[in-house]
């Protein structure tokens, strides 16, 4: 049964601290997303890539996030320093264009910065 | 741009009456449209989408959406809830020559025994 995963499940961190989010999307699927949830912000797209290829990473705070796909079975999201507002559960999801496939979602990382 | 609304946070129903849900849009070009349900601590499970064709959409659970496209709406429906359609709803948008994919602020749907 194919699926998105993402690892860790869960991460409480220190404020200053480096933060690495990683995701495995579903294979043959060429569009991954980035989201971030909250409860004061709903669902909030940071960023995502076709083909590997970032297309829009206008949701995200340039400064200290970073969105990276190394390879078709890695998409990383990077938080440096981290601060105690992003604590937040990011997904994951993948999809694709052709032919209109639904995006599937990853369970979630929950980031706590203490 | 796009964007989507849900102009409502929270929708209370009792058990085996029908339920909407619902969702308005905003995009230029034609719509791909999508609801996404989510349970407690879990991440976001498809329901259904239009793509093109019968405006009336069925999908997973019993529920189904019907596509408006001069009221530019999409709500999602169930004829009889249960108590277990009980969760958060999203409604979503992409564009026909893109898969950037914007949700709305979500729904509480509370189901009533």
């Known amino acids: 049964d194919a699926r998105v995963t993402q690892t860790p499940r869960d991460k409480v961190t220190e404020m200053g601290q480096e933060v690495t989010m990683r995701c495995q999307p579903i294979l043959g699927h060429n569009t991954v997303f980035w989201y971030r949830q909250t409860m004061m912000q709903g669902l909030e797209l940071l960023a995502y890539f076709r083909n590997r290829a970032p297309l829009d990473d206008s949701g995200m705070p340039k400064d200290r996030f970073s969105a990276e796909m190394p390879d078709a079975t890695l998409a990383t999201l990077k938080i440096q320093p981290s601060e105690p507002r992003d604590s937040a559960v990011y997904f994951c999801a993948s999809g694709s264009l052709v032919p209109n496939t639904e995006a599937f979602f990853g369970q979630g990382t929950r980031l706590t910065v203490v | 741009a796009q964007s989507v609304a849900q102009p409502e946070d929270q929708v209370n129903v009792a058990e085996g009456n029908p339920l909407t849900v619902k969702c308005t849009y905003s995009?230029?070009?034609?719509?791909?449209l999508f609801w996404y349900v989510q349970y407690p601590n879990r991440g976001l499970q498809f329901l259904l989408k239009y793509i093109t064709g019968d405006n009336l959409v069925k999908g997973s659970y019993g529920f189904e959406a019907e596509f408006n496209k001069s009221q530019t709406s999409f709500h999602l429906k169930k004829p009889s809830a249960l108590v277990s359609d009980s969760a958060l709803y999203f409604c979503a948008v992409s564009r026909q020559d893109t898969d950037k994919l914007i949700f709305g602020t979500g729904t509480r749907l509370q189901v009533f025994p």
């Open positions: 995009v230029s070009g034609n719509p791909y």
